[in-house]
């Protein structure tokens, strides 16, 4: 197939005068919203609703960060101290404020509009994380209009979009969905500059905006995560520097002024928790949570590579095209646009692989460069016609591979086999095949689309259908619900030998975590108590009611799965005598 338009260099975009239309339904589509920006927007915004929100209402609390970021916002709003970050009695300072407050947000806005217990919905505190996910598509479609043409930007926010690790995230109510919104939005504004130094632009008087952009966003990042948004800009800004032999084109970013105005917004809350805190705060987070994890914290140690392996499933559907445009990416790298988006992946990525302690979303601030990477290698047609070809089967294995592992995951838990996910998983491997099956180098756009609605299908499949149903994988809920139907007033709680953070975010902040013989004193204290006790804590527990004399009655027992721990647990509901 002969191309209709000049091919544009990474970092000189410009629009082809006659859209190319690969001939099919999905390419026709994007001919359509390749016509204004106002239209790509609207676009992406609807597909990432239709991506995102399958499962978002429905999935409860997934044990163990999600919960105890919602349970200390819930703390938060309980008390009105918006300084302080805790669990129940503990101090949580291994991340900074900025989650907690947009979660805050959240629910006071929800409780406003007269939503019924919104503090105790899980589903009001993941809202700040789909939206930093929508902002975070929507913002690599704005950066890469700085590298590629419009058609290509809308393929790299696609798959930023239907990217496995990001849906994920957006349905967690955890601080890395919005992490990635300020990172893409700091380093598009910093390759906004770049570039324009590079062309020669604007050098009288370089425009504030992307200045403002960018130091916003760090700010914005600081108080999300803490300085982890510090490294991917300035590692970018070292190897930059270092490879044009020239950092001059920094000054466009007013750094001086920048500086300034993110200590403006972020230094009130350090103050006010050294303040409250004193140096638990910094030695917390700086000392327990950030330095730690150069060895391997909470057993998520693992050696170096890890996150190449995993990129294969968590980046799908854009892995294989990926991959096959890495040749010409590489050939390309001493272009202008190409050498910034190399810069903000490679030397960021061998930190984090060197690093002891990994989890999979560690590497997302990193996704955006490769999606516009690729992106631009599929406008340009110089995919590799290499064994790297054969990666296109992944298309349909992933589908394979997720539906075959749904279903049976949803017959040992909940002996059904999840029908209602079978008509979106029969639709996901057809998209799934198309993609593989049609893919060459010419058509590629084509292949990614059809990738693009199986992800969609998987997503509906899954995250819609088959998590929700999983009621064994999420035990705190029906022991919340069993709590609810209680006929006294104001029950109280306490858990022995299962202590996960769902069960304190849906059973109230006081409920107490002890052990079988505490669970024990815990009903000899009153009436209208409960407690929650594992089965492998049954025996001290009885042992404990025996020696004080305590009488009581046995109510619902609720069988589940640990997926923390790994195991299968059983828990005992007690009640104190005269509870009904």
């Known amino acids: 197939m002969v191309e209709t338009y000049a091919r544009p260099r990474f970092g000189a975009p410009r629009e082809p005068k006659t859209p190319v239309n690969p001939g099919s339904r999905l390419a026709g589509l994007i001919d359509i919203v390749t016509a204004s920006n106002g239209r790509a927007v609207g676009f992406l915004l609807v597909f990432a609703l239709l991506i995102f929100l399958p499962g978002f209402f429905t999935i409860p609390p997934i044990d163990r960060d999600e919960p105890r970021f919602a349970q200390a916002t819930k703390q938060m709003v309980e008390s009105r101290d918006y300084v302080d970050i805790r669990f129940q009695e503990d101090v949580r300072y291994k991340k900074p404020v900025g989650i907690y407050w947009l979660q805050t947000i959240a629910v006071d806005t929800a409780s406003a509009l007269g939503l019924p217990r919104a503090e105790l919905r899980i589903w009001v505190y993941r809202l700040p994380s789909l939206l930093g996910a929508i902002g975070a598509v929507l913002m690599t479609y ?96 070292i190897v930059l520097a270092i490879q044009d032999r020239d950092s001059s084109w920094l000054w466009r970013l007013r750094p001086l002024w920048g500086l300034m105005w993110t200590l403006v917004l972020v230094l009130p809350w350090f103050i006010a928790i050294f303040w409250k805190a004193g140096e638990a705060f910094f030695q917390d987070s700086v000392g327990g949570d950030m330095l730690s994890k150069l060895g391997a914290q909470e057993s998520h140690g693992a050696p170096p590579g890890l996150y190449l392996l995993l990129f294969w499933v968590t980046f799908w559907p854009g892995a294989p095209l990926a991959a096959m445009a890495a040749p010409a990416v590489w050939r390309a790298r001493r272009e202008p646009g190409a050498q910034f988006l190399l810069a903000w992946l490679i030397p960021s990525w061998i930190v984090l692989e060197a690093v002891l302690t990994k989890l999979p979303h560690y590497v997302l601030p990193l996704y955006p460069a490769i999606a516009i990477l690729t992106a631009g290698a599929v406008e340009r047609r110089v995919l590799s016609r290499s064994w790297l070809m054969r990666g296109a089967a992944w298309w349909f294995l992933i589908p394979v591979l997720g539906s075959i592992i749904a279903v049976i995951g949803a017959v040992m838990l909940t002996r059904q086999p999840a029908f209602a996910a079978w008509p979106f998983i029969a639709a996901a491997l057809i998209f799934g095949l198309f993609a593989w099956w049609l893919y060459d180098n010419n058509r590629a756009e084509r292949s990614l689309l059809n990738a693009m609605v199986a992800a969609l299908m998987l997503a509906f499949a899954i995250y819609g259908v088959v998590l929700p149903s ?79 004399g305590l009488h009581y009655k046995v109510g619902a027992r609720v069988e589940g799965y640990n997926f923390s721990q790994g195991r299968a647990i059983s828990i005992s509901i007690f009640r104190s005598e005269g509870t009904e």
């Open 142 to 237: 704005w950066a890469a209009l700085g590298f590629v043409t419009r058609r290509a930007a809308i393929l790299a926010a696609l798959m930023m979009c239907a990217s496995v690790l990001l849906g994920v995230e957006a349905r967690l109510a955890k601080t890395d969905a919005m992490l990635l919104l300020t990172v893409v939005s700091a380093m598009g504004a910093m390759a906004r500059v770049y570039l324009s130094w590079q062309r020669g632009e604007d050098e009288a008087h370089p425009p504030w905006t992307y200045p403002a952009i960018f130091w916003t966003s760090i700010a914005a990042g600081i108080l999300l995560k803490g300085p982890l948004i510090l490294m991917f800009a300035g590692l970018t800004i």
């Open 470 to 548: 999983l009621t064994p994988l999420f035990p705190s809920q029906e022991i919340a619900r069993a709590l609810r139907n209680v006929t006294c007033v104001g029950p109280k709680a306490a858990a022995a030998g299962y202590h996960e953070p769902s069960l304190v975010f849906m059973t109230g902040t006081s409920t107490l975590l002890t052990d079988g013989s505490g669970a024990a004193d815990f009903l000899k204290q009153g009436r209208c108590r409960y407690a929650l006790v594992e089965q492998r804590s049954e025996r001290s527990f009885a042992q404990r009611a025996e020696a004080i």
